[in-house]
């Protein structure tokens, strides 16, 4: 299932100019900005102007007319956030192929581009990417986004299985009405149809794919200490995927691939599912990240001033990593002495 033409969006303009010019100040670009931003509440006078949610249909047409005249990664994680919105778990998986052409075959040209005066600086690359882990922007979307879709029993998510088994959700108050419950849920991945359920699954497994060649990319490029921590989203995917490919099982169907990165998983290679791990046995890579979580949620929430959530957020960061990236990312210094040893710095 494919929600828009990848292979269209990343033509080149032209042969001397593959990514088109810049169009930062051009006026389409203002209105995709304000498109994607939505509208604040505001007081006038005696009224409410109710505040206005994304327009996230608007986003895609500007963003997919802009794609036509330049080559953009703004651009194209507005479409990416607006295709998740619209359309949950295949939606992700176009954007995400969408900005993986765009560093892989444009990263010398594509916008904002690099200036070598500047040491090719990737910064601004970088904070654009990152982005796309965002919790409220895009995380929370996609585990409310449906993995499961039946007329009878409705449309689930992993926060609605979460709640469900009494995942952090609930904890945080969640309105307990709106608690579904596990067996609804497990009825409806039994009654839903099994080509879309299947196509979701697809879908993950793209997305999954596509996210490790964008982190690819920038290691490549930029090394495994400048580039941007993918992990968070690759987490999600693991979850979904785990889930999916358990119920696709039951129904007698194989599962897609397994996710990049989710080799460290359950007896069998999947990563537990949430409601395997809602009950806090740690499992699985992916139990131990949440777990991270919580811990590092405890602190926030009662000791602000400890560093633990930071020390947290940094072991995250390093539990996919190699070990000579861990090396790079804590002690740069060590990297050639570390080769040294193991004769990798010789000739």
């Given at each position: 299932?494919s929600?828009?033409?990848?292979n ?6 032209s042969p ?19 498109a ?14 109710a ?7 608007e986003?895609?047409k ?40 765009l ?22 690359r ?5 982005s ?44 307990e ?10 009825a ?26 964008i982190?690819a990319?920038?290691?490549?490029k ?7 921590d993918?992990d ?14 358990e119920?696709l099982?039951r129904?007698g169907?194989?599962?897609a691939?397994?996710?990049?990165g989710g080799?460290a ?19 699985s890579r ?7 979580d ?10 602000p ?5 930071m020390?947290m ?14 090396l790079?990312d ?6 050639k ?10 000739d």
């Amino acid at each position: 299932m494919s929600t828009i033409d990848v292979n269209s969006l990343l033509n080149e303009i032209s042969p001397d100019a593959p990514s088109g010019e810049d169009l930062e100040y051009d006026p389409a670009f203002g209105e995709l900005e304000r498109a994607a931003l939505g509208k604040a509440e505001q007081v006038l006078g005696d009224s409410v102007a109710a505040a206005e949610p994304p327009n996230w249909r608007e986003v895609r047409k500007l963003a997919t007319e802009l794609l036509g005249r330049s080559k953009d990664l703004r651009v194209g994680v507005y479409l990416t956030r607006a295709l998740t919105s619209l359309e949950g778990y295949p939606g992700l998986a176009d954007g995400l192929s969408l900005l993986r052409g765009l560093l892989e075959r444009y990263w010398d040209t594509v916008h904002p581009q690099l200036d070598p005066d500047d040491g090719n600086d990737p910064t601004m690359r970088i904070n654009i990417l990152i982005s796309i882990v965002d919790r409220d922007a895009m995380l929370n979307v996609l585990r409310k986004a449906p993995l499961v879709s039946s007329r009878v029993m409705g449309r689930y998510g992993l926060h609605d299985i979460y709640l469900a088994g009494g995942g952090d959700g609930a904890a945080a108050g969640e309105d307990e009405s709106a608690v579904p419950d596990m067996a609804a849920i497990e009825a409806a991945f039994m009654d839903a149809d099994l080509e879309e359920l299947q196509a979701t699954a697809d879908a993950v497994t793209r997305s999954s794919g596509d996210l490790a060649a964008i982190d690819a990319v920038f290691m490549d490029k930029v090394g495994a200490s400048q580039a941007p921590d993918l992990d968070a989203l690759a987490t999600v995917l693991r979850e979904a995927q785990s889930t999916l490919n358990e119920h696709l099982a039951r129904r007698g169907a194989g599962g897609a691939g397994a996710p990049a990165g989710g080799d460290a998983g359950t007896a069998g290679g999947e990563a537990a599912s949430p409601a395997q791990a809602a009950g806090g046995a740690i499992n699985s890579r992916e139990d131990a990240v949440r777990m991270m979580d919580k811990i590092s949620s405890f602190f926030e929430k009662n000791e602000p001033s400890s560093p633990v959530p930071m020390l947290m957020q940094r072991a995250k960061r390093l539990v996919s990593m190699s070990f000579m990236d861990i090396l790079a990312d804590v002690a740069p210094d060590g990297v050639k002495q570390a080769k040294n040893i193991g004769g990798l710095g010789k000739d």
